[in-house]
């Protein structure tokens, strides 16, 4: 019996071969929820709170330097001796800018925290034993031919305390 030595394509990365049959590596998401526990609880409380205080104190360093800013620029004009209407008129413009960029970002920042306020009280009204999403995190696993693609993508990872307590899904 005559054999021809053909050179062979690579395989994607991606295809295992194993005894039996082709399979095929694929990543897929894992949505992660959180069970609800009073230790839950007071840790997302905290993690919130810490966010809101941030947010504040970004907020009173905002306005601080908006004041030192104003306050240099001024001083500037009105050290410059012989200053004309025009470098009082273009101060008054730098000053303006200024003050239009930091209330932007006040408003951004205020907005931020509405958010967060919105989260901490959406925690405290949450019951114990309720499972909330927590993200999400990315695994790898096989299919073959005959496997149920859609089952085989929705798994869920159920922790309690940050304890992997159950897995959802065909693994």
Do not use: C
């Amino acid at each position: 019996m005559l054999t021809q030595n053909r050179p062979t394509q690579p395989k994607p990365e991606l295809w295992v071969e194993s005894p039996s049959s082709n399979q095929l590596l694929l990543n897929r998401p894992i949505t992660i929820k959180a069970i609800v526990t009073p230790i839950w609880k007071d840790e997302a409380q905290q993690l919130l709170q810490s966010q809101v205080d941030q947010l504040d104190e970004q907020l009173g360093q905002l306005a601080i330097q908006v004041n030192q800013m104003v306050e240099e620029l001024s001083q500037h004009t009105i050290q410059v001796v012989g200053a004309d209407s025009s470098a009082v008129g273009e101060t008054q413009n730098q000053i303006q800018g200024i003050q239009v960029q930091a209330e932007q970002r006040k408003n951004e920042l205020l907005q931020q925290k509405a958010q967060v306020l919105q989260q901490l009280e959406k925690v405290g009204t949450l019951e114990l034993g309720e499972e909330v999403e927590q993200g999400q995190v990315d695994s790898y696993f096989y299919v073959k031919q005959g496997d149920h693609f859609i089952r085989k993508m929705q798994v869920e990872m159920v922790l309690r305390d940050g304890v992997i307590e159950e897995l959802r899904g065909e693994l």
